[in-house]
C-alpha cells in the first residue's frame, strides 16, 4: 500500500505541473513548494526551539490560530513554523506576523519529508483536523518528535474504518494524542483500538469568541437599521439570494436587510442588485443620509464578524453547494440561523438544528416558514437566540485544554 500512496502522490504532482501553466492555483502551488526549502534555509536558525504546526488551508488555519496565539504568549521561546497545502491558505496569511516562518509543505515524499524535518528539526508537531501525511508522520515518528492533531474529526466513510485501512490506521497509530471535537469521533477511534485519542472539542469556538470580542463598530450600519430588527445573510450565494430576495419583495418592510456576498465583484454586485424591487444600496456609495433603502449590499470584504452584532436573524450562505460557511460567528452573539440544506459535514449546523438555534431551509416555503415564525413568536425566537449563545459558551474551552497538554 505504501508503494500506491507514494504513486498516487507522484502522479497527482505531475499533473499539477502539466496544469499548472493554465491554471493559477495549481502554478502557486507548484512554485510555493519548489520556493519552501531556500524559506526554510533562509529562516530557520540554529540552536532556537521550534514548533511546527501544519494547516491545510485557511479553515483549518482559523482552527489552529488559537493554539498558535496562546503559545506565543505564554511561551514565547518557541519560534513557530506554520505550513499550509493549499495556496487559499498561504496566499492570505503568508504574511502572519506571530508565525516565524510560513511556507508550504512540500510533496509527500520520503526525501521531502527527511529534509524538511532536517531543516526545521522540531521539538513538536501539531496537525491540524485532516491532515494525514504518511511519509511525514513516518518520519516525524522515526524521531521519536512529538505529534498531535488537534480538532479532528472523523467519520465512518473515511479509509482509517475500512476493512482495506491497515495502512491508513498505522498513521494514526503514530500520533502521540489526537485531540478529536466530538463524541462519535472518540466511538470510532476506539473501534479500531486506538486509545491515543481525547475529546477537547473544537478551537474555532475559542476562535469565534475573541474575534465577537474584537468586533468593530460599523456605524453605518447602526444607522441603516435604525429602530428596525435586521437580517443579515453572510456569505450568500445566488442559490440563497434568489429565496431571501422573493421574501424581501413580498415583504420587505418586516425588517432591514443586508447582503454580504461570498463574491463582491462588480458582476456579482450587480446581479444581485437586479433581484429587488425595493431601494438597494451598495456599502461603498452610502452617505450618512442614505438610510430610506430597504435593502443593503456590504460590497466589501472583512467586516462580515463585525457586522453580525448588528443581526436579528442571520443566513449563512452555501447551504445549496459544497457545504455552508462559518454557522459559528453569527451563533455567538446568539442569533438564530438559518441555511440551505447542504450542511451535513458541518457538526455545529447540525447540532444547532438539533437543538433549535438554527433550521435549514430547502426552498422558499420553508425559508418563509422559519422566517414568520421567529418574527411573530418572541418566545421562539428568544428560545432559538438563547440556544444558539449557549451552544458556543458551552462548547468554548478547547484551545486549553489543548495547551496544557502540549507545551
Known amino acids: 500500500m505504501r508503494y500506491i500512496y507514494n504513486s498516487v502522490i507522484f502522479f497527482y504532482r505531475a499533473a499539477a505541473w502539466l496544469i499548472s501553466p493554465f491554471n493559477g492555483k495549481a502554478g502557486l502551488w507548484i512554485r510555493g513548494q519548489a520556493e519552501c526549502c531556500d524559506i526554510l ?37 518557541y519560534r513557530i513554523v506554520l505550513t499550509f497545502f493549499s ?30 524535518l532536517s531543516l526545521v528539526n522540531p521539538e513538536k508537531v501539531i496537525f491540524v483536523k ?7 508522520i513516518t518520519e516525524i515518528w522515526k524521531k521519536h518528535t512529538p505529534l498531535f492533531l488537534i480538532s479532528g474529526i472523523f467519520r465512518e466513510e473515511q479509509h482509517f474504518f475500512k476493512w482495506y485501512g491497515g495502512f491508513f490506521r498505522n498513521m494514526l497509530k503514530k500520533f502521540t494524542r489526537i485531540y478529536v471535537q466530538d463524541e462519535a469521533s472518540l466511538e470510532l477511534l ?3 483500538g486506538l486509545d491515543n485519542f481525547a475529546h477537547a472539542g473544537d478551537t474555532r469556538f475559542d476562535r469565534v469568541r475573541q474575534i465577537a470580542s474584537e ?13 428596525e430588527k435586521l437580517f443579515l445573510a453572510g456569505s450568500s450565494w445566488k442559490p440563497d439570494e434568489e429565496i431571501i430576495s422573493r421574501y424581501i419583495n413580498t415583504s420587505p418592510g418586516k425588517m432591514k436587510w443586508v447582503f ?36 443593503l449590499i456590504m460590497d466589501n470584504i472583512g467586516m462580515l464578524s463585525s457586522a453580525y452584532r448588528y443581526a436579528h436573524i442571520a443566513a ?36 444547532l438544528v438539533k437543538q433549535g438555534g438554527a ?33 458556543v459558551n458551552k462548547n468554548s474551552g478547547a484551545t486549553a485544554r489543548i495547551i496544557s497538554e502540549i507545551v
Open 260 to 295: 454580504a456576498p461570498h463574491e463582491v465583484d462588480e458582476g456579482n454586485i450587480s446581479r444581485l442588485e437586479k433581484l429587488f424591487t425595493v431601494k438597494t444600496l451598495r456599502y461603498s456609495r452610502a452617505g450618512e443620509g442614505e438610510t430610506d433603502a430597504r435593502v
Open 41 to 77: 534555509t533562509k529562516k530557520i536558525k540554529p540552536g532556537e526551539r521550534y514548533i511546527w504546526i501544519h494547516c491545510a488551508s485557511l479553515g483549518e488555519f482559523e482552527q489552529g490560530r488559537p493554539v498558535i496565539e496562546v503559545i506565543r504568549k505564554t511561551k514565547p521561546w
Open 190 to 192: 476506539a473501534s479500531i
Open 130 to 136: 485532516y491532515e494525514f501525511w504518511n511519509n511525514f
Open 215 to 227: 468586533a468593530k463598530d460599523i456605524p453605518l450600519l447602526e444607522r441603516f437599521r435604525g429602530n
Open 87 to 116: 495556496p487559499s491558505g498561504y496566499e492570505i496569511r503568508k504574511e502572519w506576523p506571530l508565525a516565524d516562518v510560513i511556507c508550504y509543505l512540500p510533496a509527500d515524499t520520503p526525501s521531502n519529508a527527511r529534509r524538511f
Open 359 to 391: 433550521a435549514s431551509f430547502n426552498g422558499y416555503e420553508e425559508f418563509s416558514n422559519v422566517l414568520d415564525g421567529w418574527l411573530s413568536d418572541e418566545a421562539a425566537y428568544r428560545k432559538a437566540s438563547e440556544t444558539a449563545g449557549a451552544y
Open 316 to 351: 449563512i450562505g452555501g447551504g445549496f453547494g459544497k457545504g455552508i460557511h462559518n454557522v459559528l460567528e453569527p451563533a455567538c452573539w446568539g442569533i438564530p440561523v438559518l441555511f440551505g440544506p447542504a450542511h451535513g459535514k458541518s457538526r455545529e449546523a447540525v447540532d
